[in-house]
C-alpha cells in the first residue's frame, strides 16, 4: 500500500480526498478517501480498468474537475496535462502563445533543462515557425507543438494522461522523449497511461486502483503491471459502450497517432 508517512518534501498532499468514479452516477466516488503523500521525484502510474476514473484523476490533479471531499494541495508548480492546449487562443502566433506561457510560469523557464534555442529548432524541424498562427498548424503540427511546449518547463510534476502517453511514443515525437527525459530527472510524474511500454519506460512505481478508486497495490512498476494483469477483472472497461472521453473542451487536442507495436492492458 501507499507509505502514507510524510516525506521529507511531499510533492502532492491528498487530505481526504475523493473524486466522482461513475460517469452515469455523480454519488458514486472513493470508498476510502486518500489521505497520503507523493514524494518529490516519485514517477508513478495509476492502473485502474476504469477509464472514467482514469479521466476524472487527471482532471482533478490539474484542478479542472473539483473533488467530491478533501482536497489535494500542491506543494510545488505542477504541470498542466502534458500535451494539453493549456488555454491557447487558435488566433494566437507561436511565439505570442510562448511569452504568454513564459510569463505565467517564469520560474519554471528559468529551471528548464531544454533551452530556448533547442525548443525553437526542435519546432522549425517541424515546419512550425514563430509567425505562425496556433490555428494554422496542420493536425500532426499542433499535436507536436503542445506536446514539446508542455515540456519545456521545469514542474516538480509532470501530469500525462493515456491518450497523450501514446502520442509520445510515436517515432515523430523521438526528439520529445529526449527532452521529457532530461526534464524527468529528479522530479515526480503521475500518468494514466495504459501502454505497458509508457509505464515501464517512464515510471518507478505502479498504483493499482479499483473502479471505485480503492488503492489495491502499490509498489516498483513491473511488479504492479504484473499484479494487475492478474488480480483487475477484465470486464470492468469492457461493459462500457463508451471508454473514451472528451477531453478536448478542458485540455486536450483530438489528433492523436500511436506505434502500432506497443501493448495494451
Same mark, same amino acid.
Given at each position: ?71 489535494? %494541495? ?26 504568454? %506561457?513564459?510569463? %505565467? ?159 495494451? %492492458?
Amino acid at each position: 500500500m501507499v507509505d502514507a508517512t510524510a516525506s521529507a518534501k511531499p510533492v502532492l498532499t491528498f487530505q481526504n480526498f475523493s473524486l466522482r468514479c461513475d460517469k452515469s452516477n455523480p454519488k458514486v466516488s472513493f470508498q476510502t478517501p486518500w489521505n497520503w503523500d507523493l514524494p518529490e521525484g516519485k514517477k508513478i502510474a495509476f492502473i485502474t480498468r476504469n477509464p472514467f476514473l482514469d479521466y476524472q484523476l487527471i482532471s482533478g490533479f490539474a484542478g479542472l474537475v473539483q473533488p467530491l471531499s478533501g482536497q489535494v %494541495l500542491c506543494n510545488g508548480p505542477i504541470s498542466w496535462p502534458v500535451g494539453g492546449e493549456a488555454g491557447l487562443d487558435k488566433n494566437l502566433r507561436i511565439c505570442h502563445a510562448l511569452d504568454f %506561457l513564459s510569463t %505565467l510560469y517564469r520560474d519554471c523557464l528559468e529551471k528548464s533543462r531544454v533551452s530556448i534555442d533547442e525548443f525553437w529548432d526542435l519546432l522549425s524541424r517541424k515546419g512550425i515557425h514563430p509567425r505562425l498562427k496556433r490555428g494554422e498548424l496542420e493536425a500532426d503540427q499542433k499535436e507536436f507543438f503542445y506536446l514539446a511546449v508542455s515540456l519545456l518547463f521545469s514542474f516538480d510534476c509532470y501530469l500525462i494522461e493515456n491518450t497523450k502517453s501514446y502520442a509520445l511514443l510515436t517515432d515523430s515525437a523521438r526528439p520529445l522523449r529526449a527532452f521529457f527525459r532530461k526534464q524527468l530527472e529528479g522530479k515526480a510524474l503521475i500518468t494514466t497511461s495504459a501502454s505497458k511500454r509508457f509505464r515501464r519506460e517512464f515510471c518507478t512505481h505502479g498504483l493499482v486502483l479499483s473502479s471505485f478508486g480503492e488503492i489495491l497495490f502499490e509498489g516498483e512498476i513491473s511488479e504492479a503491471i504484473d499484479w494487475a494483469d492478474q488480480n483487475l477483472p477484465k470486464s470492468d472497461d469492457e461493459s462500457s459502450d463508451d471508454n473514451s472521453f472528451d477531453m478536448s473542451r478542458k485540455f486536450e487536442n483530438d489528433e492523436s497517432s500511436v506505434d502500432s507495436d506497443d501493448d495494451y %492492458l
